[in-house]
């Protein structure tokens, strides 16, 4: 199954620079395979140890950072004796070892030759706690579920994505209804590879959502695992109330919502938990359109999106007839699919999406990125009603800024705006 961060891991093994390299990313995006297959391919032997379930492992850096000692530990445990540039050393769930995220460092000092990746499901929440981070010693990377593109490749339809990144509009729109329809599975399927391979070798919907309810489930044993009791819950709160947030016409996440009364203080640590987690990403609100967006970004104000549409589509218990027959996925949910979908897009290819709004007017524009050296303010339209008012308007009141409007529209390119098909965007950001 190809993954699109192959290349950058190839990239950084051939790096004179190279650093160990911690990659980020929620539980079962596919860190673990990845790290191993890439091992497989590119180096003669791999030692791989998981320091959560290999007790020797969760002590071997707590006598000291002999690193021949270290070393010597690591073919004990996994039999792979580590010979610099031929042996991929992967040890995954790092946080589990005491000390191991610090002894990173003495890999990178005494023994930079020698190849390591680590990774964790919670290594993010780790990171945050500060515990003995190697500050400049290390390389990092995220990873995300399988982006649409990727998807694409997996079911098969590698063509399609050759046809998408040609930008060929007129070729493109030729495959619209099979375009479409893969799209919907995508929706309802999502990217999490585990679910993507099996729902590609059976086809069984029912069985893609006993799949995703068992990954929700994982979360929140994770939630429950690694915070206190009064933690636990207000996290579990926030993930319960992500459906009912993106399903309001304005996205802005309340915190009323959540629970009468709430305010920003009783749930800010518990959104912070699971973004650290990976499980969600947060888009804030900016309050001009320059460039860097960061240094317009409010604290304050922002809107929620799932990692994965699939897992978004299991906690609203959507049907599979909605997502893959009606037009629902599409027409209802206030255009909820549709931006969730375009939220992970862009962020597994590299953006940082924003969001800007006008809170005297109804104005609201629902990305704004960063796009080869412009500003882009994006409109997500989930259907064929493209009314875009609040994107002309933004573009008139911000000079040299065109606009990107995504729908189930064919290709066009305006003077103010392009409009670009959802199934696209791929295409149009490469």
Same mark, same amino acid.
């Given at each position: 199954?190809?993954?699109?961060?192959?290349?950058?891991?190839?990239?950084?093994?051939?790096?004179?620079?190279?650093?160990?390299?911690?990659?980020?990313?929620?539980?079962?995006?596919?860190?673990?395979?990845?790290?191993?297959?890439?091992?497989?391919?590119?180096?003669?032997?791999?030692?791989?140890?998981?320091?959560?379930?290999?007790?020797?492992? /969760?002590? =071997?850096? =707590?006598?000291?950072?002999?690193?021949?000692?270290?070393?010597?530990?690591?073919? %004990?445990?996994?039999?792979?004796? %580590?010979?610099?540039?031929?042996?991929?050393?992967?040890?995954?769930?790092?946080?589990?070892?005491?000390?191991?995220?610090?002894?990173?460092?003495?890999?990178?000092?005494?023994?930079?030759?020698?190849?390591?990746?680590?990774?964790?499901?919670?290594?993010?929440?780790?990171?945050?706690?500060?515990? $003995?981070?190697?500050?400049? /010693?290390?390389?990092?990377?995220? =990873?995300?579920?399988?982006?649409?593109?990727?998807?694409?490749?997996? =079911?098969?339809?590698?063509?399609?994505?050759?046809?998408?990144?040609?930008?060929?509009?007129?070729?493109?729109?030729?495959?619209?209804?099979?375009?479409?329809?893969?799209?919907?599975?995508?929706?309802?399927?999502?990217?999490?590879?585990?679910?993507?391979?099996?729902?590609?070798?059976?086809?069984?919907?029912?069985?893609?959502?006993?799949?995703?309810?068992?990954?929700?489930?994982?979360?929140?044993?994770?939630?429950?695992?690694?915070?206190?009791?009064?933690?636990?819950?207000?996290?579990?709160?926030?993930?319960?109330?992500?459906?009912?947030?993106?399903?309001?016409?304005?996205?802005?996440?309340?915190?009323?919502?959540?629970? /009468?009364?709430?305010?920003?203080?009783?749930?800010?640590?518990?959104?912070?938990?699971?973004?650290?987690?990976?499980?969600?990403?947060?888009?804030?609100?900016?309050?001009?359109?320059?460039?860097?967006?960061?240094?317009?970004?409010?604290?304050?104000?922002?809107?929620?999106?799932?990692?994965?549409?699939?897992?978004?589509?299991?906690?609203?218990?959507?049907?599979?007839?909605?997502?893959?027959?009606?037009?629902? %996925?599409?027409?209802?949910?206030?255009?909820?699919?549709?931006?969730?979908?375009?939220?992970?897009?862009?962020?597994?290819?590299? $953006?940082?999406? !924003? !969001?800007?709004?006008?809170?005297?007017?109804?104005?609201?524009?629902?990305?704004?990125?960063?796009?080869?050296?412009?500003?882009?303010?994006?409109?997500? /339209?989930?259907?064929?009603? %493209?009314?875009?008012? $609040?994107?002309?308007?933004?573009?008139?009141?911000?000079?040299?800024?065109?606009?990107?409007?995504?729908?189930?529209?064919? !290709?066009?390119?305006?003077?103010?705006?392009?409009?670009?098909?959802?199934?696209?965007?791929?295409?149009?950001?490469?």
């Amino acid at each position: 199954m190809y993954r699109q961060i192959y290349r950058e891991l190839a990239n950084w093994k051939n790096r004179q620079d190279r650093k160990p390299l911690i990659i980020l990313g929620a539980r079962q995006v596919g860190k673990t395979w990845i790290m191993r297959h890439f091992g497989n391919q590119e180096y003669e032997h791999v030692a791989y140890i998981n320091c959560d379930d290999e007790p020797r492992a /969760k002590e =071997m850096f =707590m006598p000291d950072y002999d690193m021949d000692r270290i070393l010597l530990s690591i073919q %004990v445990i996994t039999g792979v004796k %580590v010979v610099p540039g031929k042996t991929l050393v992967i040890l995954d769930e790092i946080q589990e070892a005491q000390r191991g995220l610090h002894s990173l460092k003495y890999f990178n000092e005494k023994i930079p030759g020698c190849h390591v990746m680590a990774a964790g499901s919670l290594l993010g929440v780790t990171l945050r706690r500060g515990e $003995s981070f190697p500050v400049g /010693k290390v390389d990092i990377l995220n =990873m995300y579920p399988m982006s649409f593109s990727e998807f694409l490749n997996a =079911m098969g339809m590698s063509d399609l994505n050759d046809i998408i990144c040609s930008r060929e509009w007129k070729v493109i729109e030729l495959m619209k209804d099979k375009l479409e329809h893969l799209l919907r599975q995508y929706h309802y399927v999502g990217g999490m590879p585990n679910i993507v391979s099996k729902y590609i070798e059976h086809g069984h919907l029912q069985e893609v959502r006993r799949e995703q309810q068992a990954i929700l489930e994982a979360y929140r044993r994770d939630i429950s695992k690694h915070t206190t009791e009064r933690e636990s819950i207000r996290i579990g709160q926030v993930l319960a109330a992500l459906p009912s947030q993106l399903a309001k016409e304005n996205k802005k996440f309340i915190y009323g919502a959540v629970r /009468k009364g709430a305010r920003a203080a009783d749930f800010e640590l518990a959104i912070q938990w699971l973004v650290d987690a990976g499980i969600v990403h947060r888009v804030p609100r900016i309050s001009e359109a320059r460039m860097p967006l960061k240094f317009y970004a409010s604290p304050d104000a922002f809107k929620i999106f799932m990692l994965d549409c699939g897992l978004l589509g299991c906690m609203a218990d959507t049907q599979a007839a909605d997502m893959l027959v009606n037009n629902t %996925v599409f027409t209802e949910f206030k255009g909820a699919f549709s931006e969730q979908f375009v939220a992970q897009e862009l962020i597994s290819m590299g $953006s940082t999406p !924003y !969001y800007w709004s006008n809170d005297r007017t109804p104005a609201e524009i629902d990305f704004i990125i960063q796009h080869k050296g412009r500003i882009v303010p994006i409109e997500v /339209k989930a259907s064929t009603n %493209v009314r875009s008012k $609040s994107l002309a308007q933004f573009v008139k009141d911000n000079d040299g800024i065109k606009g990107l409007r995504l729908s189930l529209c064919p !290709y066009v390119d305006q003077d103010w705006m392009e409009n670009v098909p959802l199934y696209a965007l791929s295409g149009w950001m490469a």
